[in-house]
């Protein structure tokens, strides 16, 4: 890879960043929400499998005090409960209460059209080819 390459890169992530956190802070400002809320609240309407703030942390990337200033605003505006977990009293569960979900899945079809939007100019064996080439970026970090 030479430098040109690696500038085209790193533009490219740069740029794909700020779009995509512009994206969902608008979509969190029509939801009445923060972009630190949205963020948490649309990791767990997307994941369901993953019910604790540390996974937000560990799958996210979020800190520690963000993930939890967050989940305090979620749980204070009732858009998430918390509940202790039945085999191991502290471990909190978070779930999405009703109110929450309305606003989750407002906030995750932002993310669906945020992408569309990215990629609309592809074609299917464009987009095809674009999936295993995330797919294989993705594994040689997972193994790194």
Known sequence: MNKAEITKFLKTQKAIAESYSEAIESAA???GIT???ADVLV???NNPDYTL???AVKMRGF?????SKAIEQLLSNGLIEITCDGEDRRMQRIK????????AKSISMAQQKYYEGLIKDLTPEERFILDNIFDKIYKTL???
């Open 53 to 55: 703030a540390c996974d």
């Open 63 to 67: 800190s520690k005090a963000y993930a």
């Open 43 to 45: 990791f767990f309407f």
């Open 96 to 103: 999405i209460t009703g109110k929450g979900g309305i606003i």
């Open 29 to 31: 400002k029509r939801s």
């Open 142 to 144: 997972e193994n790194n």
């Open 35 to 37: 972009k630190q809320e």
